[in-house]
């Protein structure tokens, strides 16, 4: 999500955007997260206060929603975190898609009732006892090819108890090709279209979830899921946010900090040329940082996304400028 997004959020929310001002609410947080997970997705927020129309900032680490999802609600896929940086805070967006099956906060279960946050009970299935009206005379079983053979056909003597039976595995017959394909995915943990992406990024430098839909054939929700996987287990990162958001080959904390310091650095230079030339062209921002044109463009494009410039065209050339600012911000 970018900030021209966020705001479109303020000024039009949805009935499955939720604010919360501050990290600290943690209740508020968790019963949020597991309504959301239970009825049908949504986003919340946290570092804004709606109803004073003021950007509070998120005011805990990264890594501390991180574990606040693991502990709560097991790791789930079903939330992804980024954060959108802006006058020196920090807030938190976490979007939430439905869960498959019930999640509880704290072992109490919410849900949406006209944007309303309710406990209610989930429905559980009912359980069937079994039962062998009569005896069955035992399985033989031979160990040394794991393969069943016929039935006994001697009855069972009179003075010796029943034995009843019970239910064998039979080992699949792998060949080589098949050891081989299962050892993969076993050693990775990832099925084959997560190698075929990761592969992927390492050739082009990213993925979307849109491709990766178009690539696999698979639906949004799975290929979040099988993306977020990639990311959770530490071989991807995510860059960007909303519509421009990818996935991209995964950043050590060190280095995604190195990285968000030149960032920073970049911006505060970048305004300070723009207040006193009041616009800037994809040439000269290339020479004033020392980077190649099409890095330029690139990075010029993402302080658009982020709602710091805006591209215009005046008398046929390319500038950009500083974007409109919102005033209660």
């Given at each position: 999500?970018n ?24 209740d508020q ?6 309504a ?25 680490s990264?890594e501390w ?13 079903s939330i ?7 006058s020196n ?39 069937f ?16 090819n794991e ?9 069972i ?22 050891e081989?394909?299962n050892?993969t995915?076993k ?14 990024v ?7 979830n849109?491709?990766?839909?178009k690539l ?10 099988e ?14 946010s ?58 010029l ?20 400028i ?8």
């Amino acid at each position: 999500m970018n900030w021209q997004s966020f705001i479109s959020l303020i000024q039009f929310p949805q009935e499955s955007t939720f604010f919360i001002s501050s990290a600290r609410q943690e209740d508020q947080i968790g019963k949020t997260l597991s309504a959301l997970l239970n009825t049908h997705g949504g986003i919340l927020i946290v570092g804004y206060d709606k109803i004073n129309v003021h950007l509070t900032g998120y005011n805990q680490s990264d890594e501390w929603i991180n574990h606040f999802i693991e502990t709560h609600f097991n790791g789930t896929l079903s939330i992804t975190s980024a954060f959108l940086f802006r006058s020196n805070k920090k807030v938190l967006i976490l979007e939430v898609i439905k869960a498959e099956s019930p999640q509880s906060y704290k072992n109490i279960f919410y849900m949406l009732n006209n944007k309303t946050i309710e406990e209610f009970q989930p429905q559980t299935t009912p359980t069937f006892n079994y039962q062998i009206s009569e005896p069955l005379e035992a399985n033989q079983f031979n160990p040394d090819n794991e393969k069943m053979i016929n039935f006994d056909t001697n009855p069972i003597p009179k003075n010796k108890p029943p034995l009843y039976a019970s239910p064998i595995k039979i080992l699949p017959e792998l060949n080589s090709s098949t050891e081989n394909s299962n050892e993969t995915i076993k050693n990775n943990n990832f099925n084959h279209r997560q190698m075929d992406a990761l592969n992927y990024v390492n050739e082009h430098g990213a993925i979307k979830n849109k491709l990766y839909r178009k690539l696999f054939e698979v639906s949004h929700k799975t290929a979040h899921i099988e993306l977020a996987e990639l990311v959770s287990k530490k071989k991807l990162s995510i860059s960007g946010s909303g519509r421009s958001t990818c996935y991209v080959q995964f950043q050590s904390k060190e280095e995604s900090i190195s990285n968000h310091q030149e960032n920073n650095t970049k911006e505060q230079l970048l305004s300070s040329f723009i207040a006193r030339k009041n616009k800037i062209t994809e040439t000269i921002y290339a020479d004033e940082f020392n980077i190649d044109l099409a890095q330029a463009i690139n990075e010029l494009k993402q302080f658009c996304d982020q709602g710091i410039l805006e591209k215009t065209i005046i008398e046929n050339e390319v500038f950009y400028i500083k974007a409109n600012q919102l005033s209660f911000i």
